[in-house]
Each structure stands twice: as C-alpha cells, then as structure tokens.
C-alpha cells in the first residue's frame, strides 16, 4: 500500500495542495498497535480524515469488531497418575473452564447482533492449549489462548471483567489456582458512521457500498484521535497471512484512481466537502 501511495503522489502537482497531506507509517503493527497507541497517546496527529490501506478488495470498511486475546492458566498439583489422590489435574479442571466459558460465548450470541457482518455476533475461539508432560503423570498446569472479537459498542474491559467474575468458581470447584492474562493489549471495535464524508466519497470512487469486516486495525486508535476513518485497500484478506500472500495486480490502477480522487477532494480544493473556508481540514 505504501509503495502505490508513494507512486500516485510523486504523479501530482502537490504544490497545488491547499489542506495537508499526511503519509504516515507506524511501529508494531501487525501485533501491539505499539505505534498508533503511541499516537493516541501523544495526539501527535490533526486531521480530519484518515484512510488506512489494509487489503479490502477496494471496499470501503467503516466497521470492525474489536479483539482481546488472553490466556487462562490453570494450576493444580501434579503426581503419579496411579493414585489421583496424590494430586490435582489442572487439565480436568481447565475442562470445567472451557465449559464456562462456552456457556459464556452463547450468552453473548444470544445477547448481541449486529446484521452490518456477516458473522454477526461476538466471537471466542479456543486457539491453543497446553497441560502436562507425561501420560503417567497428573497434569499439574494447563493454559488455553483464546481471543473474543466484540461487536462496535461493546466494552473489551467489561468483557474481561465478566469472564474473570467466572473463574473463582471454578476455583473452588476445582481446588485449583486460576489467573488470567492478556497475550497483548486489546483492541478496541472500530465503526465511522456511514453518513461520514470519506466514506460517501470513496463509495462513488469505488463503486461498492461501505460494509464491515471482522479483522482488527488501527482504525479504532484514529477514531479516539477525532479523525473518521476508513478502511480501504487492495488485496483480499483471504490471501493474508499465508503462504504465496500476494495481491492481484489488477487493482493497483483502481487504487490510485482512489488516492487522486481523495487527495483532490480534501486537499486541493479550497472548500472540501461543503464546509466552511476556514476550518482546516485534513487527510
């Protein structure tokens, strides 16, 4: 993305610029968001409008689902599996977790929609476990990694809390230890009103109506800078994070078509989108 953005404004008569510009690359962000919280953080950026390129087969994206990952741990005590009462299996204990949590999962899908997504309820995916060391030895430690994708107007934080509420009893079903960490900071959901300017100029520029996706971006962090976002790119996100990744050339054209039409919307012309002379605007 960065190499077509480059390409189509060495082609433009920046002088002409009458609003800002701003290409701007950040840290870390295929994990932490390290950079755009550092962002947030600093307010470093002005701008009204910001356009995020991540791969959207040129759809324009004003929603996405917000995403926590974290990790129970389970401790029991270990010791040879002849006697059970040598001991106390973290791993039939993590099965009482699972349990709760799936119990959890469809209270949240019975509680929240959302007919923008496709997959329009909150989802949890049990990703990763791992317990014990021998068939002949009581698990005595088992961790699940698991991530929660929540729908615009939930609450990661609220999230956590009501799933740490549920693991004190298992605790004392169980006789075990159970804590729960976070893998990386959470991401928050993302939504810019359809009503937005940017995204009623990039659905004339594309010819595709804005919809939803169910993958996180920085797209939140701008948002809580003040800035309506959107995400609009080439590629599709089913070649992501794969091997052969690749991104149809075809749409390379397509994509700079959009970028001169934005720029020339919010940065040449004096009076972008009908507001008043002198209120700055940027992109």
Known sequence: ???????????????????PLIVLATADEETSMAGARALVSNHKIKARYALIGEPTSLTPIHAHKGILMERIRVTGQSGHSSNP????????AMHAVMSELMRFRNRLKERYR???FVVDYPT??????????????ICGSCDIDFDLRALPGMSNQSLIEEIAKILPNVEQQTGTQ??????????PSFFT???SDIIKTCEKLTNN???????????????QLGIETLILGP????????????????????????LRGLIERYCVQSTPFNQPKDEEQRV
Do not use: W, Y
């Open 235 to 258: 590629g599709s996100i089913d070649q992501a994070h794969q091997p052969n990744e690749f991104m149809a050339l075809e749409q390379i054209k397509p994509m700079q078509q959009v």
């Open 193 to 195: 009103p359809t009503e």
């Open 85 to 92: 009462a040598l001991g106390n299996n973290a791993m039939e």
């Open 209 to 223: 109506a804005a919809s939803s996706v169910s993958f996180a971006t920085e797209g939140p962090f701008f948002n």
């Open 124 to 137: 949890m995916n049990f990703g990763c476990i791992h317990g014990g060391d021998s068939a002949n030895r």
């Open 178 to 187: 159970i804590e729960i960490n976070s893998l990386f900071p959470d991401i």
């Open 1 to 19: 993305f960065f190499a077509i953005v480059i390409d189509t404004v060495q082609q433009m008569a920046l002088t002409n610029l009458k609003q």
């Open 114 to 116: 959302d007919a923008s």
